[in-house]
């Protein structure tokens, strides 16, 4: 059974650019505001934020009291000092932009791409232009339009900007609908490929965790003890490379049973073993003959690939499915790494 909780993936939210440039709004609770529920008595102190706005700024993790997040809008409000990351207000309506796109399938209903590290799924703060959006209404022109809202047309979910693969977007209101109802249901294919340091602990496995906003830095996602959403990853070592009893680098296969905002860099990272190359939870070097092969291959982001995609087609039942290799500089990698 899917939990309320569960029923959106934050890869439908958020963009790795989202906070960039945005505002902490601070609060302190006054008595008589205390067991108000939150969203109410903060609208009562952030009068410029309707609650809608408020309620939908938790539930994606930005809002914190005393340094904690806190997730639950409905929750009664307690007296202590809140920040609330309000991102900056983008453009509603993206304009089309000839940009080559790599498409795997289409039709009037949706379109599957295969996505290039570098291209942030829809336009944000510090990504305006050049976004799959932008491509997409090029593409698509007048059949996409509005889909799904103005500012983020046909997107049902989302890669990091600097993750590779397979996407689909909807280009009908009734297959944005079916898609999005996949999606929170967790009835879709989903299996990246990570390039990790060392390799994580036992070779396969199920990570389930909390996954939320740090709060340390809000523009981080992070393992919580409370709060967040759960995150569940299944994991398997496709290959090991270096050293048997202690490898320097793996090749992992890694399938999503959800979907959270930088869900297997987190998860990886926390198994001790981060994406190679992950500017944002890379903590610690690799070997020095895996930093050489990452500089030999021209690797400039996280290996992290979406190589596989699979659902139902929500218009004709059709089974589909994608699986693209990995792009250059992460197979030139793979390959240097095999030689270890």
Sequence with gaps: MTRAEDRVDDDVLD????????????????????????DK????????????????????????MDGQPVADASRKARAGTYALLVPPPIPADPEPEA?????????EHLIVVDKAAGMAAHPAPGSLTGTL???LLHHCGDSLSGVGGVARPGIVHRLDKDTSGVMVAAK?????????????????????????????????????????????????????RSGGREAITHYRVEAAFGPRD??????????LETGRTHQIRVHMASKGSPCLGDPVYGAG???????????????????????????????TGETLRFETPLPSEMAALQKALEAL
């Design 15 to 38: 963009d790795d650019a989202s906070d960039e440039g945005g505002e902490v709004l601070t609060a302190v609770l006054p008595p008589d505001l205390v067991g108000q529920r939150l």
């Design 41 to 64: 008595a903060l609208a009562a102190l952030l009068p410029d934020l309707s609650r809608a706005r408020l309620q939908a700024l938790i539930a994606g993790g930005r809002l914190s």
């Design 99 to 107: 940009i080559p796109l790599v498409v795997l399938y289409e039709d």
């Design 133 to 135: 959006v932008n491509a």
């Design 172 to 224: 009908s209101d009734a297959a944005h609908k079916g898609l999005s109802a996949l999606f929170s249901t967790h009835d879709i294919d989903r299996l990246y490929i990570a390039l990790t340091r060392g390799a994580p602990s036992p070779p396969s496995g199920t990570i389930t965790t909390r996954l939320g906003r740090s709060p340390g830095d809000r523009k981080k996602m992070a393992v919580l």
């Design 246 to 255: 202690k490898p320097l680098a793996a090749r992992v296969a890694c399938r």
């Design 285 to 315: 070097q690799p070997a020095t003959a895996v930093r050489e092969a990452i500089q030999a291959a021209g690797l400039k982001r996280q290996a992290l690939h979406a190589a596989v995609l699979g659902f139902v087609h929500p218009i």
